[in-house]
């Protein structure tokens, strides 16, 4: 299979670049705009620039949003959200911020919708619950407040002694405002975030155990934090420190089971170390949960491919592309999967598909592949 061997090559795209640039001076809007250049001229996602170029914008316009929340500007810092959320709808944190901003305008029925979908990534976000408490009594349902207020007691809220949850229904406005008035006070994992950010412009400066030493001592102090965790393990991953690796990202899942990062770098972990049938239930998991993602089911051909099973290989390759037909990978692996499967023809077909899609391939090894 050596003609097969060299397919997998990957550049950087220089939007890209340039966005990281701006984005470890702290200058935001044009990171954003960079990066989401970059997304315009790197549509392949199985080019890793996409998607370290679509998180990156989405932290980006958050870290704009954010901005905005605290010099007041509350309709400019929601506009940014929701394009953060564009790019990442997977951030709970984002979705937290944005139910704030709608409650605090009167749209009750749209901050409960944002808290539902941040609950759903993070069912553990004590913030989201109280929040979700608080929308639900201000809409005149009692039972429903308390049961979340309960959701929220019971991952550490602290009510001020002698109340209950169960008596919520009877609570007098005044004491619902001042439970408000908890989350207009919280840091709202503010300093975690700016662990986060130092620890990446520490990496990208070359100073990887600097960064290691930041984000250790941030998860010492938060513990519950579930992104630190699986910032810390993507680190150790890629200094091929996998045993403490996989402990941050189990954790990291265990605090938020649909984190989706946290669940593609254990299944890359137990890869690398041949253990490839936990690396294949992850991603089945992962699959499932995300079944509209083509990357994670490129991701879940690869581990069966590794596993010998290359019929069970061609299924979610050819899902992916079923949802982008100009994923490249996915075309050079379902012709590797092929081939192995003495399929020569279609295998030929698939690898020229790839080479065809593949724009970060030199000419001339296009050329060749193609003879």
Do not use: K
Not at 59 to 67: Q, V, Y
Not at 100 to 120: F, Y
């Amino acid at each position: 299979m050596s003609r097969f061997g060299s397919l997998f090559r990957w550049g950087h795209n220089r939007s890209y670049l340039e966005g990281i640039a701006h984005f470890d001076r702290g200058e935001f809007e044009r990171a954003a705009t960079c990066l989401e250049r970059a997304l315009e001229e790197v549509r392949d996602p199985s080019n890793p620039d996409h998607g370290l170029a679509r998180i990156h914008a989405a932290e980006a316009r958050a870290a704009l949003g954010r901005a905005c929340l605290h010099s007041g500007d509350h309709p400019q810092a929601e506009s940014q959200f929701r394009r953060a959320l564009h790019e990442n709808p997977d951030y709970p944190d984002l979705r937290f911020q944005l139910a704030r901003l709608c409650e605090r305008s009167g749209r009750v029925s749209e901050a409960l919708e944002e808290l539902d979908h941040a609950l759903a990534l993070n069912p553990r976000y004590l913030d989201a619950q109280l929040l979700r408490a608080v929308c639900l009594a201000g809409r005149g349902d009692g039972s429903g407040a308390a049961l979340a207020l309960d959701r929220a007691v019971a991952l550490g809220l602290e009510l001020p002694e002698g109340l209950l949850p169960a008596a919520a229904p009877s609570w007098s406005p005044e004491r619902w405002r001042a439970l408000r008035e908890r989350l207009e006070h919280s840091s709202d994992g503010e300093g975690a975030r700016r662990v986060v950010e130092q620890a990446r412009a520490l990496e990208h400066a070359g100073d990887r155990a600097g960064a290691r030493a930041a984000l250790e001592r941030a998860v010492a102090e938060n513990p519950g934090y579930a992104d630190l965790r699986c910032r810390l393990g993507a680190l150790l991953v890629a200094a091929d420190e996998l045993e403490p690796a996989l402990r941050h990202l189990e954790v990291a899942l265990e605090l938020n089971p649909r984190y989706l990062d946290a669940r593609l770098l254990i299944a890359r972990a137990h890869l690398e170390r041949g253990e490839l049938e936990i690396a294949a239930r992850h991603l089945e998991q992962a699959a499932g949960d995300h079944p509209e993602y083509p990357d994670v089911l490129f991701w879940l051909g690869l581990a069966r491919f590794r596993q010998g099973r290359f019929v069970e290989a061609l299924g979610p390759l050819e899902r992916a592309l079923t949802l982008n037909r100009e994923f490249a990978r996915a075309h050079r692996l379902r012709a590797l999967a092929l081939h192995a499967l003495g399929r020569g023809d279609e295998a030929i077909r698939a690898a020229r598909s790839g080479l065809m899609r593949d724009r970060e391939l030199p000419g001339d090894a296009l050329a060749a592949g193609l003879a």
